[in-house]
């Protein structure tokens, strides 16, 4: 991933992306700089945190609470996979067990069958932090397509893949 541009943000950007972070994850960054990268060759929007990728920005779902309806054209600031590994979440948790690891490592959207927990917070549409169950490491960034309550069970997809270890993101470095 080539590096178009650089650029600090404002404090009012700052105070957008450490608010949602505590708001949505229970993690609080305290952090002297942030930066904004943008990438020739990739659509991620990725905030360097104290020079570290730490933050993506990813689609907003549903409406947007600013004017009670239509779909969001903006986006929502939340923690990549090295972020929730150097901040671990409170909140917005799906654990895996072993056997899922590799698929979720791979990309791989997950499923029922891989989750041993999913936090009750959790709604269809929010974003959510995947982690494995053995060393408490996070593995995955993805949006629920089920509430948390349901994620447990037999079958089905309940977690799209959006950010994973291994991929372009998480291989980035300045």
């Given at each position: 991933?080539?590096?178009?541009?650089?650029?600090?943000?404002?404090?009012?950007?700052?105070?957008?992306?450490?608010?949602?972070l505590?708001?949505?994850?229970?993690?609080?960054?305290?952090?002297?700089?942030?930066?904004?990268?943008?990438?020739?060759?990739?659509?991620?929007?990725?905030?360097?945190v104290?020079?570290?990728?730490?933050?993506?920005?990813?689609?907003?779902?549903?409406?947007?609470?600013?004017?009670?309806?239509?779909?969001?054209?903006?986006?929502?600031?939340?923690?990549?996979?090295?972020?929730?590994?150097?901040?671990?979440?409170?909140k917005?948790?799906?654990?895996?067990?072993?056997?899922?690891?590799?698929?979720?490592?791979?990309?791989?959207?997950?499923?029922?069958?891989?989750?041993?927990?999913?936090?009750?917070?959790?709604?269809?549409?929010?974003?959510?932090?995947?982690?494995?169950?053995?060393?408490?490491?996070?593995?995955?960034?993805?949006?629920?397509?089920?509430?948390?309550?349901?994620?447990?069970?037999?079958?089905?997809?309940?977690?799209?893949?959006?950010?994973?270890?291994?991929?372009?993101?998480?291989?980035?470095?300045?």
């Amino acid at each position: 991933m080539e590096v178009k541009s650089r650029h600090h943000l404002r404090s009012d950007e700052v105070d957008t992306i450490t608010t949602a972070l505590s708001d949505n994850l229970g993690v609080e960054l305290d952090a002297d700089s942030f930066e904004k990268v943008e990438f020739d060759d990739s659509d991620w929007d990725v905030v360097l945190v104290d020079g570290d990728p730490l933050v993506l920005y990813l689609d907003r779902e549903g409406p947007r609470p600013s004017d009670g309806g239509g779909e969001a054209a903006e986006k929502e600031p939340f923690l990549t996979v090295q972020g929730a590994n150097q901040h671990p979440p409170q909140k917005h948790v799906v654990t895996v067990d072993a056997g899922a690891v590799s698929f979720v490592s791979d990309g791989a959207d997950i499923m029922r069958p891989g989750i041993t927990e999913a936090d009750d917070d959790i709604s269809e549409g929010d974003l959510v932090v995947i982690n494995e169950e053995s060393h408490g490491k996070f593995l995955a960034v993805g949006r629920a397509q089920t509430s948390g309550d349901d994620m447990v069970g037999d079958s089905g997809k309940v977690v799209k893949s959006l950010h994973h270890v291994g991929d372009d993101l998480f291989e980035f470095s300045v």
